[in-house]
């Protein structure tokens, strides 16, 4: 060893840093001894950190485990017992952030045994005593550089700190002479680890990002230089224990103890390790040749290296798996960890322990060549940060914020320690299992505590679906383990304990939620709510009710359930709520401290309590007692007392008074705030109080003396609950990341004076910097003998100087004004929606039209002192004219009600007056400069007021009245021409001038003012863009100047423009007469309502064209938005549009057949209920409903068989697809046009209006314009008279829909104009019918072929991806035919007989991923409705029809089976079906029957089939071939390749080869594809894939062929 090692003088040298002696204590860390302030126990404590592999540190001599949470250090006693770890103290470290810490290795040692050294986020290290918690010696070498690490080290004989950080600085610590030595490894910036060698204690290992050096602390040499990881270094650990640690001798036992846990992984690593054993032979031979020293290192790239110092490398190299536990599943992208990797590393008995990132705690052995891992458990559920060993007991910290203790030995978990890493913000005993406590904290999650369970605190934490901070909670009193919570963001929901489910309500508060509670309806008869636990909570100053059994339903307000009348109004600024323990009353509390109760049956008023002056924080019923129900009521405020009213003789009518003037006791201890209550649950009449005082207080309420005190925590509390088992504990928390149990049987303070004056020198004391430089100035002015105390404080003194300079800048820019509104009043009636302003607008329009004038302004040719006797005139009759104009308010804003937005409510005319003001003449702005300074005299404000007095001209009275009071400013001094007028003038204009450069530009134009220069200071304000106050003065002093006036309001509504506050502008160009521009001013605003406005303004201008301009905006913008409830109110207000409710009736119709085609499930059906249908449908539904309850009664086979024309009845008007009354969109769009007195005579006006209002040709840029713009074309097709000009209206529409470019679209308007097929076109109208295709019109035909466009470019778009054709692949293979076999064939035949199929429950998963994965694709249902009409007809007259394909025509089965024959003919060796026929199928019975046992879970193969004949037989056959698609049938995706063949005939069958293509009708540019080209592509598709049947694929290429030989 080094001789200087030995050296006593080897810490004399001169070029290290000393300043003076560290004070001496021999004394041992008594884990017994409890300090006089620790006199809880901690429940919860503070969590350690995040990301930091030095945030646990542990000493197994005596058990000590100390943690660095943030900003405190816990010290916990761990033993290797199953309990708890004991807590033995929390250090505050003078509110700076704790980063690491490490104890001292020998507890023996008399100068450090007591002793934790640690480092903070200022770059201070320090070192901190476990006995008292205090800073015994600390230094700043670091100069305000990051540390990273710390260790303990012994150099030249002394103990030493080593620390490591930034700029590859090195400071080696001798804290007992307080004496430092600084290193610098220039070749690295960044020092981020650093380890103490056990063996050369003189020696350290560092970390530098990627690379490891062993230096020495002597001189800060490099000795070694490591090189090996790819990633940065998380973690290292020094080998203690003796011997290798992949010795042979040591391999045996520990690999034979391996394999018995894992026989088979063992053995495949066994091999790879013989296979790999040539090529590490020359690592291997070395290991086992060495003794060290060892050490091992982790990096963020989940490698761990074993490194052989001796040999400068690593020896051994292994990589953390994922997840070691369980299976071994594919990691998915969006599981994949990103980021840095965290391994924590451990030594226990010379075997390795590890984390891992999935929280799993790992074993290694290593062996020369090879190493394995033994899972020891997977007790975290996400990454563990750090890893320490006490004697046997593993103890890990990971990000669930849980430290678990685990015995290595005998393998069985000791404990489970939740720990907070934020304030906890509520606490709440379950009810019904008192051992379990909920606690909410500021991470957004909820701890359930377990306090009986066989695992000692056993926690359960619920966070998923909790946006926000918890603040409150509330057990359900009946259903057992639901648990009600409120969250910062407004969120409500509630979980069940048992699932961890949380369910939470639609309607979230606009602010935090800070009460919520369960109770039964209030007002059951008005809410409708019996006998039905609802959730209270409050937020935003109300209190809602919601029920959990509709979560989605809007709350119901409580305040509107609250009967008012003249002397008694609902609370509006409420702060708390509490039921009564038999939830007959509820107490109210609000913000000026009064506690209203009231009778929950009918919410009428029992009592007021009038005692309180600040705002309630809490109020709690006393629970009842064995022998009666008292009610009681303690209430805690902002106020430092609490109250007690005892209110039976309110509530059983004894007395009269209503009113409570005081309570029937005080409890008078607390020196702040009481913030919480709680009644004991044991004993009655004792209350606990929780206070922002720190302290918490036990009364006894009937004497009102307090009985005990409990000050051990540190800052303000919060909560306070009582134990429900255990009389004598009570548990609190307070503004720290704790919570603390306490028994107040062991407390002896009494009052919260007599706690603080005891735990003041234990409290963390926030000095102000002012009074710290003070201090230090006068220390360091004093000479003191001893150094170290010389070097604290000079360091505090110029840290306290830096203090000053900031507070010397804040100081100098702190003289700057606050600007505050001059116009508070005014604010706050504004501070609305923009619907107030648009009804001030209205009102200043209406008082212009009542006074016959345009403007407010005339031209007055008389003399100042005419004007003046006016002026005294008009206030004399102006309060007899106040009324008059708050009757025309009233009205104009009843008349224009409709522009309200959404739960807004109209401002009262006394609001509206008083904005008025600002836009209305002189003695208008003087009543709003006379109401403005009543409001800032009576709340003191006495500069503003001084400089309003001086804008509205009475500054003359404001002055003596100053004077009088001696309350004189400066200003009002300055103002006062005490020497001459002239020096008066010029220091005015001087001061005016320094104000204006200083920022308050209102002072200095007032002294403007005062010297006459009123226009000089409307011009300073109009630059600095004070306008409410020029354009005050502008009217107060020069009210008659029309020119000035003009210019402050035109200017101000130019920077309103600019700023994007059009309402203001318009309401101040309306203001001088300016209406058009005031109209275009609205009308750059885009909201229908504005534009609306716009539009009145302009036909108030007499300007027609701009009027009717404008309007027709404002109603495409209503239609746009789909805010058609404003269409009819704006028509009724311009009657020149009224041919726009043509268009609205049509864009109405087009969007509910949209909603209800999204809507429906399954097949979709573009047919519309006529208004006839809708009148008769409840009528309709009950007889079904009776006849369907009629049906199921009877179980006898002839009754089953019945009519199938009745079944089909039934079904079908389930469904209402077979409906007569059932029509297409322009039909039902006829209906309703002919409701609002649009009929055939009025077409030929119509149509030349709509067209001349909407020629301008446009095109879509959202979805809601395209179907604006359809419903526009669809308009001017119904109005035509023409069929030229509707071919071209009904081109238009497609065109817009072709020019979106999407299908599900193009297939919306194609199926809603044609809904029964492109076979049946009665729909478009009366003269299509019957009409060969060739003789159509080309916009018909351009229909058809879009028609079949769409459906095929879905079906090309779903044979794109690869899942598609696995899906087919997977519905053909044999073992899948019975599953689709069993569904499929009953919802065809229900198809034919016209009834969509309900949702089957038997379907199989696959099924469900492809209407789930192809959810967006649009499907149709062109079903025709002409063969089902016969069907019934049919079924009434008493036919039986077994054959459900007679629905087809006999043309269409014709040119079926000829177009199929001529296929096959073409192509040799093709197998073809004599009959030409499809095999008949079953009845509609035994359809059912399988419908309805599918339906309920069962199976097809569950059921008893009948007796199977011929034609059953061939049925089933049929099952296996292509389900050909025809004519009638509704389009639907393949499910099976043999049904994508059967698609591809029926299209190439069905599309007509002579036709033009999509090219030639819509050009080569369209960007669409023909519906030929389309199928081309798909067959070439289908033969490439290569697994279709040969004979399938020539059947569609020799069709294909067929048809281009016919067009040729």
């Known amino acids: 060893m080094d001789e200087l090692e030995h050296s006593d003088h080897y810490w004399e040298r001169p070029e290290f840093f000393s300043f003076g002696s560290l004070p001496k204590c021999h004394c041992r860390y008594a884990h017994e001894a409890d300090i006089r302030h620790e006199i809880g126990d901690i429940l919860l404590p503070p969590s350690p950190n995040w990301f930091i592999g030095d945030a646990i540190d542990s000493r197994s001599e005596d058990g000590l485990l100390v943690t660095a949470a943030f900003k405190t250090i816990v010290v916990y006693l761990v033993t290797a017992e199953e309990r ?87 400071v080696v610590w001798q804290a007992r002479h307080e004496i430092t030595r600084v290193f610098t490894l220039h070749q690295f910036a960044d020092l981020s680890l650093v380890e103490s060698n056990p063996v050369t204690p003189a020696q350290a290992l560092v970390a530098a990002e990627k690379d490891i050096m062993l230096i020495s602390l002597k001189d800060g040499g490099v000795l070694s230089h490591l090189q090996g990881h790819d990633f940065g270094v998380y973690c290292m650990r020094w080998y203690i224990s003796e011997g290798n640690p992949i010795s042979p001798n040591s391999i045996d036992n520990k690999t034979k103890a391996l394999k018995e846990g894992n026989d088979k992984h063992f053995d495949q690593l066994e091999e790879k390790s013989v296979k790999g054993s040539e090529r590490d032979n020359w690592r291997s031979k070395t290991s086992k040749a060495s003794d060290g020293p060892f050490f091992v290192s982790s990096d963020y790239g989940r490698n761990i290296l074993l490194w052989d110092l001796s040999a400068r490398r690593y020896i051994s190299k292994v990589t953390v798996p994922h997840l070691a536990s369980g299976h071994r599943k594919q990691i998915s992208g969006k599981d994949k960890i990103q980021g840095k990797q965290h391994i924590a590393l451990a030594w226990h008995n010379g075997e390795l322990l590890s984390s891992s990132i999935r929280g799993e705690l790992l074993q290694w052995t290593f062996w020369p060549g090879g190493s394995i891992s033994k899972l020891l458990h997977h007790l975290h559920n996400r990454a563990i940060y750090n890893l320490v060993v006490i004697g046997d007991v593993a103890v890990t910290s990971g990000q669930d914020r849980f430290l678990h203790g685990f015995h290595l030995v005998n393998s069985t978990h000791l404990f489970q320690l939740s720990t907070l890493g934020a304030c906890a913000t509520t606490l709440s005993f379950c009810p019904q299992d008192v051992k379990r406590l909920a606690i909410g904290s500021q991470e957004n999650n909820i701890r359930l505590l377990n306090l009986g369970g066989k695992l000692p605190l056993h926690t359960q934490v619920v966070w998923q679906n909790i946006k926000g901070k918890i603040l409150s909670l509330s057990w359900h009193p009946a259903h057992e383990g639901r648990l ?316 306290t100087n830096g203090s000053n300079v900031v507070l010397g800048n804040s100081g100098a820019s702190s003289k ?98 008083h904005a008025l003001n600002m836009y209305g003449n002189p003695q208008q702005m003087d009543s709003l400069l006379t109401s403005e300074i009543d409001h800032h005299e009576a709340r003191g404000n006495l500069g503003q ?143 229908p309502g504005s534009l609306f406005l716009s539009a009145k303004l302009y036909e108030q201008s007499q300007n027609p064209s701009l009027a009717n301009s404008v309007g027709l905006l404002a109603l495409k913008e209503a239609c746009l938005r789909h805010d058609h409830i404003k269409i009819e109110p704006f028509l009724s207000h311009l009657p020149k549009l009224i041919w726009f409710q043509a268009i609205s009736c049509c864009h109405c119709v087009v969007l509910s057949l949209l909603q209800q085609v999204t809507n429906e499930k399954g097949f979709k059906n573009y047919l519309l209920r006529s208004r006839k249908d809708l009148m008769n449908q409840a009528n309709q539904e009950n007889d079904i409903e009776k006849y369907i309850s009629v049906t199921n009664i009877a179980k006898d086979e002839d009754n089953i068989k019945g009519s199938s024309g009745e079944k089909m009845i039934i079904a079908s008007a389930k469904n209402g697809l077979d409906s007569s009354l059932w029509i297409p969109l322009l039909e039902r769009v006829k209906e309703e046009w002919l409701v609002h007195g649009i009929t055939q005579e009025k077409f030929p006006q119509l149509y030349e209006t709509v067209t001349h209002n909407f020629s301008t040709q446009q095109m879509p840029t959202s979805v809601k314009q395209l179907w604006f713009l359809v419903s526009v074309a669809l308009s001017e097709c119904l109005l035509s008279t023409s069929l030229g000009a509707w071919e071209q209206h009904l081109t238009a529409a497609l065109n817009y829909a072709l020019y979106w470019g999407k299908h599900d679209q193009l297939l919306h ?300």
């Open 84 to 170: 708890l770890p004991k807590i033995l103290k929390i250090i505050p470290y003078n509110n700076e952030k704790v980063l690491s810490l490490r104890l001292h290795r020998r507890v023996s040692d008399p100068d450090y045994g007591h002793t934790v050294a640690c480092i903070g986020d200022t770059s201070s290290v320090r070192l901190c005593s476990l006995h008292t918690g205090d800073v015994i010696a600390q230094h700043q070498e670091h100069q305000g550089l990051s540390v990273n690490s710390i260790c303990w080290s012994r150099v030249g004989g002394e103990e030493v700190i080593v620390t490591v950080g930034g700029s590859g600085r090195v």
């Open 484 to 799: 009600l919570f409120g969250t910062g963001s407004g969120q409500v929901g509630w979980t069940d304990v048992s699932s961890g489910r949380v369910t939470t309500f639609a309607y979230y508060h606009q602010k935090a939620v800070y009460k919520v509670e369960w109770a039964p309806s209030v007002c059951p008869q008005r809410t409708g709510l019996l006998n039905v636990w609802c959730a209270y909570s409050f937020g935003d100053r109300e209190i809602v009710i919601r029920t959990s059994s509709d979560p989605m339903a809007d709350p119901i307000c409580l305040q509107t359930l609250i009967p008012e009348s003249e002397n008694r109004k609902a609370p509006k600024d409420i702060t708390e709520f509490s039921f009564s323990h038999d939830y007959k009353y509820i107490a109210v509390g609000s913000q000026d401290g009064q506690v209203r109760v009231y009778r929950s049956s009918d919410m009428e008023l029992m009592v007021t309590l009038a005692v309180v002056r600040k705002a309630v924080q809490h109020l709690l019923w006393q629970p009842p007692t064995d022998t009666c129900l008292s009610y009681i009521l303690a209430v805690g405020s902002n106020e430092s007392k609490i109250y007690i009213f005892h209110l039976e003789k309110f509530f059983n009518g004894k007395s009269t008074v209503n009113v409570i003037t005081q309570a029937t006791q005080e409890l008078c201890s607390h020196e702040s705030r009481v913030v919480w209550l709680a009644w004991s649950p044991h004993k009655d009449e004792i209350l606990a109080s929780a206070s922002y005082d720190h302290t918490v207080q036990l009364w006894d309420t009937k004497t009102g003396k307090p009985l005990v005190n409990y000050g051990g925590h540190t800052s303000r509390v919060f909560r306070v609950e009582f134990s429900p088992d255990d009389p004598d504990l009570l548990y609190s928390f307070a503004d720290e990341n704790s919570v603390h149990a306490w028994r107040p049987s062991q407390l002896t303070c009494k009052t919260s004076s007599e706690s603080n004056a005891i735990l003041k020198d234990y409290r963390p004391r926030k000095v102000k910097e002012r009074e710290h430089a003070v201090v230090a100035d006068e220390d360091s002015a004093k000479s003191q003998e001893d150094s170290g105390t010389n070097e604290k404080k000079s360091s505090s003194t110029s840290s």
């Open 816 to 913: 700057k004004a606050v600007f505050k509104s001059f116009f508070p009043k005014l604010h706050a009636v504004c501070s609305r929606k923009k619907s107030f302003h648009h009804m001030v607008i209205l009102n200043l329009l209406a008082q212009n039209k009542a006074e016959g004038k345009s403007c407010l302004h005339k031209t007055k040719e008389c003399k100042q002192e005419d004007a003046e006797e006016e002026l005294e005139e008009e206030s004399v009759m102006k309060e007899e004219d106040q009324d008059d104009v708050l009757l025309s308010i009233d009205d104009t804003s009843e008349k224009y009600r409709c522009l309200l937005e959404k739960d807004s409510e109209m401002a009262s005319p006394e609001d509206f007056l």
């Open 945 to 1087: 007021a001084s400089l309003m007095h001086c804008w509205r001209g009475s500054l003359d009275d404001h002055i003596r009245f100053a004077a009088r009071h001696k309350k004189l400013t400066p200003f009002l001094v300055a103002s006062a021409p005490q020497v001459s007028m002239k020096l008066w003038e010029l220091a005015s204009e001087v001061y005016a001038e320094q104000l204006v450069e200083e920022g308050d530009v209102i002072t200095g134009a007032s002294y403007l003012i005062n010297t006459g220069k009123v226009e000089e200071a409307i011009d300073v304000l109009l630059k600095y863009r004070h306008f409410r106050e020029a354009i005050a003065i502008a009217k107060c002093r020069l009210g008659y100047n029309e020119e000035m006036v003009d210019k402050v309001v035109t200017t101000w509504a130019a920077s309103a423009i600019y700023e994007g506050s059009f309402d203001l502008a318009a309401a101040l160009q309306l203001s001088i007469g300016q209406l058009e521009d005031a109209a275009r001013t609205l009308a750059r605003r885009s909201d």
């Open 1309 to 1608: 308007l194609t199926h809603a104009l044609l809904p029964r097929g492109v076979h049946d076109l009665t729909s478009l109208g009366a003269s299509m019918e019957g009409q060969e295709s060739r003789d159509l019109p080309s916009s018909i035909r351009q229909l058809c072929w879009l028609y079949y466009t769409a459906e095929l470019s879905i079906l090309h778009s779903f044979l794109q991806s690869d899942e598609s054709w696995s899906v087919l692949q997977y519905y053909s293979s044999a073992n899948k035919i019975d599953e689709v076999e069993e569904i499929r064939p009953i919802q065809d035949k229900l198809l034919a007989c016209g009834t969509v199929p309900l949702p089957s429950q038997s379907v199989v998963t696959d099924q469900d991923f492809i209407e789930t994965e192809f959810s967006h694709i649009r499907l149709s249902s062109n079903q025709s409705e002409i063969g089902n009409i016969e069907q019934l007809e049919r079924s009434e007259q008493g036919e039986e029809s077994k054959d459900l394909k007679h629905s087809e025509t006999a043309e269409q089965r014709k040119a079926y089976d000829k177009n199929f024959n001529q296929a096959e003919i073409a192509e040799q060796g093709m197998v073809h079906d004599e009959e030409g026929t499809r095999p008949k199928r079953k009845e509609y019975k035994e359809v059912h029957q399988q419908l309805e046992s599918t339906r309920h879970g069962k199976t097809c193969k569950d059921i008893k089939e009948p007796k199977t004949t011929e034609e059953d037989q061939e049925y089933k056959e049929f099952l296996k071939m292509p389900n050909t698609v025809e004519p009638g049938k509704g389009f639907r995706l393949p499910q099976s390749k043999n049904e994508l063949i059967a698609c591809l005939h029926f299209y190439l069958d069905s599309i007509e080869t002579n036709s033009a293509t999509v090219e030639d009708m819509l050009g080569p540019s369209s960007g669409w594809c023909s519906p030929s080209l389309l199928l081309q592509e798909i067959i070439l598709k289908v033969r490439e894939r290569g697994d279709f049947k040969e004979d399938d694929v020539k059947a569609l290429q020799c069709k294909v062929s067929f048809h281009d030989t016919k067009s040729q």
